[in-house]
Each structure stands twice: as C-alpha cells, then as structure tokens.
C-alpha cells in the first residue's frame, strides 16, 4: 500500500481539486490529513491517560514507596505544576523553532520520562521523573491543538476532527482510570508509567513521516522573553499555590499581574490583549476550566469513593469507569458534529454542561453505605455530556481565531484546560478531607465521613458546572460562516502554532 505523503506547511490545503492537480490525489490528500489527525490524537492519547492512570495506583504507590500524605500529593502536583506553566511558553516555541520540532521533542522527553518514572525505586526518583514528564507534556499539547486547527480548513471537517481531538482527552480519562486499575492489580504499578513505552514508540515514527518539518521563525523573531518569563513563572507558582492550599498565591497573583502589563506594552506581546476581547475566545476559555475543574475532580474523588466506601479493588474501581468512556465515545464520535450542524454550537454546549450537571448532581446525597448500579452508574452515563461539551467548547474558543492567531488561542485553550484540572483537584480534594475530618471528629465512622466529605466536593462541583452554565448562556455566541471557517491559503508563519 502506498504510504500517504506528509502534509506541506507552506503549501494551500483545499478538498476541493484544481485544475492541475491529479483527482486520484484529493483522496490522498484527505488520508493523510486524517492520519496526521490519529497521530496527534495518539500523542494526546497518552498524555491524558497519564494524568488519570496514576490516580488509581496512588494507595499502592504510597504503601510501596513508604509515603506520607503530603508526598503521595506530589506524585500528581511534580506533574501538573510543570505542565500547566509551561504550555504557553511551550506554544511559543512551537512558532519559533517549528510546531513539528517541538512536538517530536515532547514525545521522547515524554516517553524518555516514563521509563524513568517505571523503574523508579524511591519517592524522590518517582517525583523527579514526574516532574519531567510535565515538561514532555506541555510540549506536545501545546502545538497539538494548532495544528488540528490548520489541517482542516472546511469547517465541516474541523467540527468532527475537534470532536475526535475532544474524544480523545475525554473518554482517554475514563480508559486511564480502568488501565490503571487493571495494570495496578494484575502486574504492579510500575506498568502504569512503561504502557507509555510502546505508545511513545509508536507515535514519533508516524509524526516524522506525515508532518512536514517547518523551520519557524527563528529564536530572534517575536521573542517576548521577558513575557514568557512572567507567565511560566506565574503559571507554575500559581498551579503550586493551588495544589499547596494557596501558599504564595500572592506572588503568582502579582507575576501574573506583571504579565497583563507587559502584554498591553510590549511591541511584539506573547499573548495580545486583543485576543481576549473576543466574547467567545474569554467566555469559551473560562468555561471550559471550570468545566474541566469540576470534571478532572470528579474523576479523582470518585476512585477513591469506590475503592475506601464501597471497597473496591483498583481493577474494579477502574472497569467501573469503563461505561464512562462509552458515553463519552457515543456523544463525542457519534452525536456532537451532527449536533453541531444542526443547532449550533452554543446549544451543544449547554446541554453537555446540563447533562453533567445532573450527573454530579446525583452525587451530592451520595451514601456511605451505597451501590454502584443505584449510586455510581447513573452519573458515569452522563459524563457523555463532556463529549458534546468539550467538541463545542473547543469549536467556540477557537472560531474568532484569524490566520496567524490559531496557535495563540490553542495555547490558552491548552492553559486553561490544566490549570483548571490542578484547581479542580487541589480544591475538591482539599475540602472533601476538611469535611471528613470534621465529621470524624463528631463521632462519625470512618465510612460516613469519607462519604460525606465525598459529597460535600460533588455538591462545589455541581455548583462550578452550573457557573458554566450561565456564563456560556451569557457570554458566548454561535460563530458567523464567515469565522467558523480557518483559511486554507496559511503561510509557514500562519501554521505554526503561537502563543
């Protein structure tokens, strides 16, 4: 079989043929364009998987490696920090260096990391590992989100790649929570971190060979430097103020302050202020963190629900996240495009926001003594509304992107998406265990206080998602043809993503 060409970075991308352009190369074109697409979605496959695998594996880690409390906390935290600081800096070297560079880069170093993650053998090696693969993963999410934007400029096309791309780091939580589970009890919880050998392994050689190099800007081109130091600085004090119950907030308040001054005078800004003027870009972008908050929070608490109340083990705990993925999979891959087209992308959205709401909704009465089937099921069939959720959300925040602005956005969207995982796990976690402990202290078995805590953090997270809700019926608006669409006719400049 022949193999599909690389996409071209400096050429036009259109479906529809030319005069001089052979028809059999059309279907070629539209292969390759979908390939690439699988291979972004792969790499983005086991970045997600490694956010939620691990969350399973916690109790074993802890007993294996002689941790306290406050150091299982950083097996997550050593990841999140650096991934959530990095992605904007990260996206702007994708511009400058070239997306393609940056994104093999994040790969090995990803892939590299979780060797060592695999083999490690004491708390300081697990964390330092951690710590690296935050970096190799806020590499390849930063450029990956552009270069979807700019491989499908027909917005038909687009809607269903966002809604394979939202599939992708949905449902791809949902399978890290059952892999982990499986890998955990049946092998050890080192297979958590080598299942990402083969899957690195896998991913590099096809991006090599479909993507085009494209050489960038070059370092000395629109290197807001003193920008970039403002923000990854403020970015990851702020994500380690979050997970370390606001410590040092105010420094990150006042980096990030610094940022917003530099951006409305610098010559060349890393992020215009321009951009977040538009309703959809600012309303699209906060919605979607407190979603993701809510959801990321979700999915952490209710492991540890299955596994400390209704005693589970983690192979269980993860296959009782399986109809979750599911969900997903049908709203996503089979109903959001379709939607889309035929009532707009803001209707899409408010009803996956309402369908999770309900969900976590169920939640908030959750008893000690409960049941999966009665209890658990009903929410984990409606975490499908993320599927319309994420592919609508995505779809508005990128929309008023012009040309030269889709790295830009798809850097923000990338940002706000971690960040408001780190804020939806620090938060919900650190108020299930206030609530738990005060109930302990009254008089409470051990079972009735994890479960009340458990409940009071679903209540906070019904309540973000209903904040969702309101903002994206105040605030965001159905993209005009005219913006929906992403031109075909990109320059290198255009395509590689920025930030």
């Given at each position: ?32 364009r ?51 600081g ?18 093999i ?17 004491t ?13 190799g ?29 939202g ?13 982990g ?9 080192h ?22 190099a ?8 629109g ?49 215009p ?12 972008n ?10 990321f ?13 209704l ?15 599911l ?23 408010l ?21 999966y ?13 993320f ?21 830009l ?9 971690q ?28 079972t ?16 973000l ?10 605030l ?24």
């Amino acid at each position: 079989m022949t193999q599909p060409e690389p996409i071209r970075s400096d050429t036009p991308r259109s479906d529809t043929p030319r005069h001089d352009t052979p028809r059999s190369a059309v279907p070629d074109e539209h292969r390759t364009r979908w390939a690439a697409l699988a291979v972004l979605c792969t790499g983005t496959l086991m970045i997600v998987l490694d956010g939620t695998i691990v969350t399973v594996a916690l109790p074993t880690i802890q007993n294996d490696l002689h941790l306290t409390a406050p150091g299982l906390a950083w097996v997550m935290n050593a990841y999140l920090i650096p991934f959530g600081g990095l992605l904007l800096l990260a996206g702007r070297l994708g511009d400058l260096v070239g997306r393609r560079r940056v994104l093999i880069a994040g790969l090995v170093l990803f892939t590299a990391a979780s060797l060592l993650c695999g083999i490690a053998t004491t708390s300081a090696a697990l964390i330092g590992a951690r710590l690296l693969q935050g970096v190799g993963g806020a590499l390849t999410a930063a450029v990956s989100l552009g270069m979807i934007t700019r491989l499908f400029p027909d917005p038909r096309e687009l809607r269903r790649a966002f809604a394979v791309y939202g599939f992708t780091g949905s449902a791809g939580a949902s399978v890290g929570l059952a892999l982990g589970g499986i890998l955990t009890q049946e092998l050890s919880w080192h297979w958590i971190f080598f299942i990402n050998l083969p899957i690195g392994l896998a991913t590099v050689a096809p991006a090599l060979r479909l993507l085009r190099a494209d050489r960038g800007l070059g370092l000395r081109h629109g290197a807001d430097l003193p920008g970039a130091l403002l923000v990854t600085s403020g970015l990851m004090l702020g994500v380690y103020a979050i997970v370390d119950h606001g410590h040092d907030a105010w420094l990150a308040a006042l980096l990030l302050l610094g940022f917003a001054v530099r951006q409305a005078t610098a010559a060349d800004p890393l992020l215009p202020p321009r951009l977040l003027r538009s309703r959809n870009v600012s309303g699209a972008n906060l919605v979607q963190a407190l979603t993701v908050a809510a959801l990321f929070g979700f999915q952490v608490l209710i492991a540890q629900y299955l596994q400390h109340v209704l005693d589970l083990g983690p192979a269980a705990t993860g296959l009782a996240m399986v109809p979750a993925a599911l969900s997903i999979a049908a709203f996503s891959l089979g109903l959001a495009a379709r939607f889309i087209a035929r009532y707009g992308e803001r209707a899409v959205l408010l009803a996956g926001l309402l369908m999770l709401a309900l969900g976590l909704g169920l939640l908030t009465r959750l008893p000690a003594h409960g049941h999966y089937l009665s209890d658990v099921l009903p929410t984990v069939l409606l975490a499908g509304g993320f599927g319309l959720a994420i592919t609508a959300v995505t779809t508005l925040g990128m929309a008023d992107a012009g040309p030269s602005d889709a790295g830009l956005v798809s850097g923000l969207l990338n940002t706000t998406q971690q960040v408001g995982a780190a804020l939806g796990v620090a938060v919900t976690g650190t108020l299930a265990t206030a609530r738990s402990t005060r109930l302990r202290a009254v008089g409470d078995t051990a079972t009735a206080a994890l479960a009340g805590g458990y409940s009071l953090a679903f209540t906070l997270a019904t309540a973000l998602l209903l904040t969702a809700l309101g903002l994206a019926a105040a605030l965001l608006r159905n993209p005009r043809p005219a913006t929906a669409q992403v031109p075909a006719d990109s320059t290198t400049r255009d395509l590689a993503p920025t930030v």
